[in-house]
């Protein structure tokens, strides 16, 4: 086979896992992208190979999705959940893993698009040993976290480094928002080609179900005022604000009022601690009777929690793009967002939630009651929403630019943009 005409790519993801369950410590939007842009490019005809480290002896190697996207699944360091603050050490050998696998099956990636700052570095050097064309996303911007962050890993500056290399030398990085673009622009370097290609939901997913059905079907009576969260527990996701701005809620008393956390893992892990820490304040605050931590939601129920709710609270300290926030205006439920990164770009403030300043518990309490108060005008928020997602963020549109990028950048001769912008 041709390597140059087919279209075959490699989505590098080496601590992001499409295949793996989602809301999990540290398995959040990274994987649900990669998973989904997988899935959506093979069904415009790419053969998409999408490369993760294995981390359990129980997993399999190779997990076929669609006929033309499967998940590999490679051995590179301690087969085991490795924090990703961790995992450098083990690149040069998922490195080497990689290119045996393309030995064995006689495939080598013409085009390759890497994710996150780790498989960044791999699609370096397999760009360096075999000339592959690399695209990038970040996810993340460690420019931008350690600014939010109270201990600054020891990894910090081969991370900085390594992000800054990789916006020079890639043939594409891909920013998630104009805001992220900007980030990477006046933190990182003014050197390099960055396109803007948002996430996307699954639009048919997202919006199956009505509210009453919806509520029906989770036992939630038809006139509570439901707040729910959806996300990882991490302390930069700030549930905590949210549940202070709950507690602050002029409904609070009102026997209607219904708060929703969903998402973490079981307990021993390394997200229970900020689990515990949450479950506590909700004691604290004396919220337990109107407050519910179902834990992981699966994909078969989500759209079912986005849908009875009255609201959706993103309430994060900073987030590149928020997919959670897409989600939930896709089900026609309006969002409550910190005025901050991609939900700037997601969230239209006054027409499909609200957006509010991070941490400001005060100002996220009058945005809810705002919403649940007045329930003519959170219908029309979640219908200009549901139209909002439709017409800007499904799969299938994120697919089609990023399948242009691929043969754009395939077709061209050897681009030299590191010499871009000097
Ligand atoms: N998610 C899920 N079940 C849960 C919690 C989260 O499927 O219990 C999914 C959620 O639907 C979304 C992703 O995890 O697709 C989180 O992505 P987001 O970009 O909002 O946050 P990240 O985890 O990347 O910080």
Known sequence: MNSTTEKRIALISVHGDPAIEIGKEEAGGQNVYVREVGKSLAELGWQVDMF????????????????????????????EFVPRDHGF???????????????????????????????S??????????????????????????????????????????????????????????QEQQHMRSLVSTKGYIDVIPCGTDIQQFGSIDRASARAKLGIAQDAKVVLYVGRFDSRKGIETLVRAVNESQLRNSGKLK??????????????????????????????????????????????????????????????????????????TPVIASDVGGLQFTVVTEKTGLLVPPKDVAAFSVAIDRILMNPRWRNELGLAARRHIESKFSWGGVADNLSELYTQISAASILEPALVGQ
């Open 259 to 332: 708060l929703i956390i969903g998402g973490g893992s079981t307990p021993g892990a390394s997200d229970g601690r900020e689990r515990d820490r949450i479950e506590s304040i909700v004691q604290e605050l004396g919220m337990s009777d109107f407050t519910t931590l179902p834990g992981r939601l699966g994909q078969e129920i989500l759209p079912t929690y986005y849908a009875a709710a009255d609201v959706c609270v993103v309430p994060s300290h900073y987030e590149p793009f928020g997919l959670v926030a897409i989600e939930a205006m896709s089900s026609g």
């Open 52 to 79: 993760s480290r294995r981390v359990s002896p129980e997993q399999e190697t190779i997990v076929q999705h669609t006929p033309l996207c499967r998940t590999i699944r490679l051995t590179a360091g301690p087969v």
């Open 89 to 119: 050490k083990y690149l040069p050998e998922f490195v080497q893993q990689l290119l045996q696998f393309q030995r064995e099956t006689h495939i080598k990636y013409p085009v390759i698009h890497t994710n996150y700052w780790l498989s």
């Open 121 to 178: 570095w791999v699609g370096m050097q397999l760009k360096a040993l075999q000339g592959s064309k690399q695209v990038h996303t970040y996810h993340s911007l460690g420019a931008v976290k350690y600014k939010s962050v109270d201990t600054i890993p020891l990894i910090a500056t081969k991370r900085l480094a390594v992000e800054k290399q990789v916006l020079e030398t890639a043939e594409r990085i891909v920013a998630t928002s104009p």
